[in-house]
Nanobody, 123 residues
Framework: VQLQASGGGLVQAGASLRLSCAAS????????MGWFRQAPGKEREFVAT????????VYADSVKGRFTISRDNAKNTVYLQMNNLKPEDTAVYYC?????????????????WGLGTQVTVSS
């Protein structure tokens, strides 16, 4: 089972990026999915989550209104659209699959993690 995040890069403040997370080895269509991030010297933090059916989304306050999580269960893929990026968004972004179907912000409830993709936002 593998979650592969992609789409990161180096952008200027105000730009947009779309992260993708493709799952292989099993389907996660019945699982809640989430995005987390870890900035240098900081602990990994919650960014966004979505229930198995694409509803019940939750966002961290720091990204609310700028980031959008979505999923395509037919493609076994989850996305994170990031608009109006800020330097403080710089981090390694991880996607994860939860044990359950309902959206969750708690890291311990996720049991599959991707390797992460680097997002760097310059000022």
């Amino acid at each position: 089972v593998q979650l592969q995040a992609s789409g990161g890069g180096l952008v200027q403040a105000g730009a947009s990026l779309r992260l993708s997370c493709a799952a292989s080895g099993r389907t996660f269509s019945n699982n809640a999915m989430g995005w987390f991030r870890q900035a240098p010297g900081k602990e990994r933090e919650f960014v966004a989550t979505m229930s198995w059916n694409g509803g019940n989304t939750v966002y961290a306050d720091s990204v609310k209104g700028r980031f959008t999580i979505s999923r395509d269960n037919a493609k076994n893929t989850v996305y994170l659209q990031m608009n109006n990026l800020k330097p403080e968004d710089t981090a390694v972004y991880y996607c994860a699959a939860a044990r359950g179907s309902f959206r969750t912000t708690v890291q311990d409830t996720y049991h599959y993690w991707g390797l992460g993709t680097q997002v760097t936002v310059s000022s």
